[in-house]
């Protein structure tokens, strides 16, 4: 995190290294509030001490203090080929392509990004962002 320019200047309920831990969360449960994700990451450590005061607004303003240079780092500093030469078949490296559509907010700035489906002159629906991965 301190690589990213996001070091702690004073302790906090939530940590920025919790954050991290709760985004990544939030893409394990892509259905559940943020409420929920915060209960099942709870359930999985039992050394966690109760948060009365945690709410969405608090897990809303952790995020934004976190910021995406830190996940970006955090991706950049894992994300490498995880076969080794040896390992290539017929001299390749073999790998999946898979894709998506997820239904983003209906803001003006999505409508731009992504546009919604339908024709120009009735657009229906909710924009939709195209994600696209690659797996080795």
């Given at each position: 995190?301190?690589e990213?320019?996001?070091?702690?200047?004073?302790?906090?309920?939530?940590?920025?290294?919790?954050?991290?831990?709760f985004?990544?969360a939030?893409?394990?449960?892509?259905?559940?509030?943020?409420?929920?994700?915060?209960?099942?990451?709870?359930?999985?450590?039992?050394?966690?001490?109760?948060?009365?005061?945690?709410?969405?607004?608090?897990?809303?303003?952790?995020?934004?203090?976190?910021?995406?240079?830190?996940?970006?780092?955090?991706?950049?500093?894992?994300?490498?080929?995880?076969?080794?030469?040896?390992?290539?078949?017929?001299?390749?490296?073999?790998?999946?392509?898979?894709?998506?559509?997820?239904?983003?907010?209906?803001?003006?700035?999505?409508?731009?990004?992504?546009?919604?489906?339908?024709?120009?002159?009735?657009?229906?629906?909710?924009?939709?962002?195209?994600?696209?991965?690659?797996?080795?």
């Amino acid at each position: 995190m301190g690589e990213a320019g996001r070091s702690e200047k004073r302790r906090r309920l939530l940590s920025a290294r919790f954050t991290v831990y709760f985004v990544l969360a939030m893409c394990l449960f892509p259905q559940a509030d943020y409420l929920e994700v915060l209960r099942l990451v709870k359930t999985g450590d039992k050394g966690l001490r109760s948060w009365p005061g945690v709410n969405k607004s608090s897990l809303t303003r952790a995020r934004q203090r976190l910021g995406w240079p830190v996940m970006r780092e955090l991706f950049q500093s894992v994300a490498r080929p995880l076969g080794a030469d040896c390992e290539l078949f017929r001299g390749l490296r073999v790998l999946a392509l898979d894709g998506m559509l997820l239904a983003v907010p209906d803001s003006a700035g999505n409508n731009d990004a992504f546009g919604k489906s339908g024709s120009h002159r009735s657009p229906m629906g909710y924009p939709q962002a195209r994600v696209v991965a690659v797996a080795e």
